[in-house]
Nanobody, 127 residues
Framework: QVQLVESGGGLVQAGGSLRLSCTASGRTFSTNIMGWFRQAPGKEREFVASTARDGIRAYVTTYADSVKGRFTISRDNAKNAVYLQMNRLKPEDTANYYC?????????????????WGQGTQVTVSS
C-alpha cells in the first residue's frame, strides 16, 4: 500500500500562485508514476499533470492543455514527494486537487488507472 498526503491548498486571487505538495509513504517503489488530478463540484475528476519514470533517472512530464505554461510538476525522490507549482491561477482552476500514484498505468490521463490516492486539498481562486 501507498499512502499519499497532500498539502498547500488555499484561497488565492486570480493571477496568483500556489504550490501543492504530496508526500508518499509505504510501498514507495510503487510510485513510478505520480500525478495530480482535480475535481470541481458537479464535474468529473480530470487530469492535471503527471511525472513518470523513464529509465533509471529520467522522468517524463505530461500536462493537461488547460494548465500548460502555467503549472509545473516536479518530484523529489529523496523525500518521496511530488509538487505542483501553479502560477497565473484562474477562477476555473478552483477544485479539490488530488495526488495519485501507481507503479504503471496504460493511460496517464485516466483517473481510473491509478490505485493510490490522497484525500485532496482544496484550491479556490477568486476573481
Amino acid at each position: 500500500q501507498v499512502q499519499l498526503v497532500e498539502s498547500g491548498g488555499g484561497l488565492v486571487q486570480a493571477g496568483g500562485s500556489l504550490r501543492l505538495s504530496c508526500t508518499a509513504s509505504g510501498r514507495t517503489f510503487s510510485t513510478n508514476i505520480m500525478g495530480w488530478f482535480r475535481q470541481a463540484p458537479g464535474k468529473e475528476r480530470e487530469f492535471v499533470a503527471s511525472t513518470a519514470r523513464d529509465g533509471i533517472r529520467a522522468y517524463v512530464t505530461t500536462y493537461a492543455d488547460s494548465v500548460k505554461g502555467r503549472f509545473t510538476i516536479s518530484r523529489d525522490n529523496a523525500k518521496n514527494a511530488v509538487y505542483l507549482q501553479m502560477n497565473r491561477l484562474k477562477p476555473e482552476d478552483t477544485a479539490n486537487y488530488y495526488c495519485a500514484a501507481d507503479q504503471s498505468v496504460n493511460n496517464l490521463m485516466s483517473a481510473r488507472e491509478y490505485n493510490y490516492w490522497g484525500q485532496g486539498t482544496q484550491v479556490t481562486v477568486s476573481s
